[in-house]
């Protein structure tokens, strides 16, 4: 199969509990002309055959294989190898809507858009019943109008997933060769190159927040990666959008609260505490610095005193922990 309309990439690595509804999804599709290209990220568990068994009876789909690298470089993989006019990505453990596609290419089409968005609905290990995000009514926006809605509000995520592309957007753009924030990297990028892009006021997308997985639920240094995509879009917006300037410290701030959102999560205070102090401290001098801009950001400064007080909590906790079992052990001494 040549030039079909829409390239779906779907970047896999032992996937195989998820992956046949993921790809039947997509096969199913309403929206027939695409290739969907499955890569194979190192798999060791059933995932390849699984995808095997789809190519054998559906010419669209494409499988590649490489060695494991991580999502970011599997999508590189694919869009390297991509021939569609348009771009999709696809998780392995998700799933799409039966008409996600053609909502999205026939808005881009009708709005002469070179990117399309539709909401999505999370699921938690496929138990619960799902919570609709983003079901604002359809908008349109200007290059200018999707940076601030991207920066000030949470319409839009850095997740690549619910969105389509024109190819043309990723001619000198690609996913980092990181494990974790590597979409939040290339979101920024992609965005100085669209002057027209569509949200289509539908949740289209499916999203399975599996909490269990290692990568989305154990803190470790890897994670502070997202900092530096703050400090890329920062560049960004600097560069291109200098009426946003002013949100900066918003988005400085509130990159550090999610990684302390994630370490108190993830039970890892005791481990890396010495990076929740550094990243508070720092948390500290942009608000000093930024008091008019803060004092506008109440929200922001709840998040930044929990933080403070976690802080003040665990070291009280450490302390009266060691004093119980010193006078245990001068109790015992005594007998």
């Given at each position: ?23 039947s999804s ?17 798999s ?5 055959l ?13 499988l590649?294989?490489k ?8 999508r ?20 799409i ?8 290419y026939?808005?881009?089409?009708n709005?002469?858009?070179?990117l ?9 290990n ?5 919570t ?9 926006f ?14 839009i ?20 060769s990181?494990?974790v924030?590597?979409?939040?990297f290339?979101?920024p ?13 539908k ?17 470790t ?17 600097k ?7 002013q949100?900066?410290p ?6 550090r ?26 948390i500290?001098i942009?608000?000093k610095?930024s008091?008019?801009?803060f ?6 400064l ?10 003040l909590?665990?070291?009280?906790k450490v ?17």
């Amino acid at each position: 199969m040549t030039n079909p309309k829409i390239s779906i990439i779907v970047p896999y690595y032992n996937a195989e509990l998820y992956l046949k509804k993921c790809i039947s999804s997509i096969l199913n599709q309403r929206f027939f002309d695409f290739e969907l290209i499955l890569i194979d990220d190192g798999s060791t568990d059933q995932s390849y055959l699984i995808s095997q068994s789809f190519a054998a009876t559906d010419n669209r789909v494409v499988l590649l294989r490489k060695e494991n690298g991580g999502q970011g470089t599997a999508r590189n993989y694919g869009l390297d190898y991509a021939k569609g006019e348009y771009i999709g990505f696809v998780d392995s453990d998700d799933y799409i809507e039966p008409d996600m596609y053609e909502v999205l290419y026939h808005n881009c089409v009708n709005h002469n858009a070179e990117l399309a968005i539709c909401g999505y609905k999370v699921f938690r290990n496929i138990k619960l019943a799902p919570t609709n995000l983003h079901t604002t009514p359809k908008r349109v926006f200007s290059k200018f109008s999707l940076m601030e809605t991207y920066i000030l509000t949470p319409l839009i995520s850095s997740g690549p997933c619910n969105k389509l592309y024109s190819k043309v957007l990723f001619e000198n753009v690609r996913f980092p060769s990181l494990r974790v924030a590597e979409d939040a990297f290339v979101l920024p990028l992609i965005f100085v190159n669209v002057k027209t892009a569509v949200y289509v006021g539908k949740s289209l997308y499916n999203w399975n927040l599996r909490m269990g997985s290692t990568e989305r639920s154990v803190f470790t240094p890897k994670h502070l990666a997202a900092i530096d995509a703050v400090d890329s879009l920062a560049t960004i917006i600097k560069k291109n959008y200098t009426e946003l300037i002013q949100h900066l410290p918003g988005e400085r701030v509130k990159v550090r609260l999610s990684i302390l959102e994630h370490i108190v999560i993830s039970d890892s205070y005791a481990q890396y505490q010495d990076i929740y102090k550094k990243l508070l401290h720092e948390i500290s001098i942009e608000i000093k610095d930024s008091r008019e801009f803060f004092k506008e950001c109440p929200y922001i400064l709840k998040k930044a005193l929990f933080a403070i007080n976690y802080n003040l909590l665990f070291r009280f906790k450490v302390r009266y922990v060691a004093l119980v079992k010193n006078f245990i052990k001068l109790l015992i001494s005594k007998f």
